[in-house]
């Protein structure tokens, strides 16, 4: 595995200006933690997880409501600053590990290690890109495209939560 991630790996584009000057920039780039120069993908997705503690409340379906719309959001968000930036899916833009955590925690029991648990597996859903994650990664084109990887890798964790939790 060390040597499909390494084989993946490439230099992380600069991170626009425009990520501490314009308010769609700096929510797209995860409220400023995708301008990590490593890992800006997996500290997006920490910085998630306090906006789904916010969530975490709501019932379920008022929960899919705001994960749905948020889906749809950060697609069109993403297409615009890609446009906007001429990188497609820059590693930065993480909105869309957002989404995915927020799919991944969908019906997840409470607790702190449960999020621990669901932060996990969608990191490595969305890092290793099982099929057919790298499908999507790479066919699907546009913000839809963008969103669309990280949220089926937040149905792979939701599942693996919901077994773990069933086998518990």
């Given at each position: 595995m060390l040597t499909y991630l390494?084989?993946?790996?490439?230099?992380?584009?600069?991170?626009p200006l425009a990520v501490w000057q314009d308010p769609l920039y700096f929510i797209a780039f995860g409220f400023g933690s995708g301008a990590?120069?490593?890992?800006?993908?997996?500290?997006g997705t920490l910085m998630a997880i306090?906006?789904?503690?916010?969530?975490?409340?709501?019932?379920?379906?008022?929960?899919?409501?705001?994960?749905?719309?948020f889906i749809a959001a950060s697609s069109l968000l993403s297409e615009h600053l890609s446009r906007a930036t001429h990188t497609h899916d820059h590693p930065g833009m993480c909105i869309d590990e957002f989404a995915g955590f927020f799919v991944a925690m969908i019906n997840a029991p409470t607790g702190s290690l449960w999020v621990a648990?669901?932060?996990?597996?969608?990191?490595?859903?969305?890092?290793?890109?099982?099929?057919?994650?790298?499908?999507?990664d790479k066919k699907v084109p546009g913000g839809f495209g963008m969103v669309l990887d990280d949220v089926v890798a937040g149905l792979f964790s939701m599942i693996g939560i919901q077994l773990i939790r069933y086998l518990l």
């Amino acid at each position: 595995m060390l040597t499909y991630l390494k084989s993946r790996s490439k230099p992380i584009p600069p991170v626009p200006l425009a990520v501490w000057q314009d308010p769609l920039y700096f929510i797209a780039f995860g409220f400023g933690s995708g301008a990590m120069p490593f890992a800006p993908g997996t500290f997006g997705t920490l910085m998630a997880i306090p906006f789904y503690l916010l969530m975490r409340p709501m019932p379920l379906a008022p929960y899919l409501a705001v994960v749905i719309l948020f889906i749809a959001a950060s697609s069109l968000l993403s297409e615009h600053l890609s446009r906007a930036t001429h990188t497609h899916d820059h590693p930065g833009m993480c909105i869309d590990e957002f989404a995915g955590f927020f799919v991944a925690m969908i019906n997840a029991p409470t607790g702190s290690l449960w999020v621990a648990l669901g932060f996990g597996l969608f990191r490595f859903f969305d890092i290793v890109k099982p099929w057919p994650i790298q499908l999507i990664d790479k066919k699907v084109p546009g913000g839809f495209g963008m969103v669309l990887d990280d949220v089926v890798a937040g149905l792979f964790s939701m599942i693996g939560i919901q077994l773990i939790r069933y086998l518990l």
